[in-house]
């Protein structure tokens, strides 16, 4: 049994020196992804505190202003779906896919930033004259496109769904451009230079898609890197070997 521990401590050693070692994980990023939706965007244009990250952007790709069919690349039956979808068609036939993504982006933005405009969207018992006042006060800040739009929204007495139909309109938005969003998380911050290296891993293995890539500090990972993306997660961290480990030896010990 003190040589099967023996072996296992020699394992934990190897774990360690191999997860501080950034090209280890930099050849598992490059199986952790297939073009995919990503879960989370950017506001560029709008005003909010500094954040304790910085975000590092691949080659930008140009604004998609319109699509062959005018379609939406997902389609589903649920009713802000739906809604998203008629979004998405009028903008191709308009050419304005990009600016109605902005629109979208800046509902959003409001959504989470004003407790006024939330219970706005989410109280029915306004009066379409009142809800048209509020979307009057917005107007000026969106496309013709999208103001448009409301006006169906109010008129059908959907504009509670809007929050939705943004995520969804933005989604349809990042799929068909191949966007990902990238968080890396280390137990220190890493070096300009490994986080080239990471970056250019994703690339390298994703062609055409288009990387936003956030690095976090966490100390208590104590090593080796973490990588979240949508609903995935890859961890390659210290403390998950750690853990990992000292649970195989519990075992051995009973």
Do not use: W
Not at 13 to 38: C, N, Q, W, Y
Not at 57 to 76: F, M, N, Q, W, Y
Not at 133 to 154: P, R, Y
Not at 223 to 230: E, V
């Amino acid at each position: 049994q003190m040589c099967i521990r023996d072996r296992y401590q020699r394992r934990v050693h190897g774990e360690i020196k191999s997860i501080g070692d950034i090209t280890m994980f930099t050849r598992l990023a490059k199986a952790f992804f297939v073009p995919a939706r990503a879960a989370a965007f950017r506001l560029p244009n709008v005003a909010r505190q500094a954040p304790a990250f910085r975000n590092f952007a691949t080659e930008r790709a140009p604004d998609i202003r319109s699509v062959p069919g005018h379609k939406p690349p997902v389609l589903e039956e649920t009713v802000h779906a739906r809604y998203a979808s008629v979004l998405f068609t009028i903008a191709s036939q308009k050419e304005a896919l990009a600016a109605v993504l902005e629109d979208m982006r800046y509902i959003k933005e409001l959504v989470n930033k004003s407790e006024v405009f939330r219970n706005f969207l989410s109280n029915t018992a306004f009066k379409r004259r009142e809800q048209q006042v509020v979307v009057d006060e917005i107007k000026a800040n969106l496309s013709e496109v999208t103001i448009n739009f409301l006006g169906t929204l109010i008129d059908n007495k959907r504009i509670d769904v809007l929050p939705k139909v943004a995520d969804k309109y933005i989604d349809y938005y990042r799929i068909i451009n191949r966007e990902e969003a990238v968080t890396i998380i280390s137990a220190k911050e890493l070096a300009e230079g490994d986080r080239q290296r990471v970056i250019a891993a994703l690339k390298e293995s994703n062609k055409g898609v288009n990387f936003t890539v956030k690095f976090n500090v966490d100390p208590t990972i104590l090593g080796g890197l973490q990588m979240y993306s949508g609903n995935r997660f890859m961890d390659a961290s210290m403390i998950s070997r750690i853990t990992k480990i000292k649970s195989e030896l519990s075992r051995i010990s009973v």
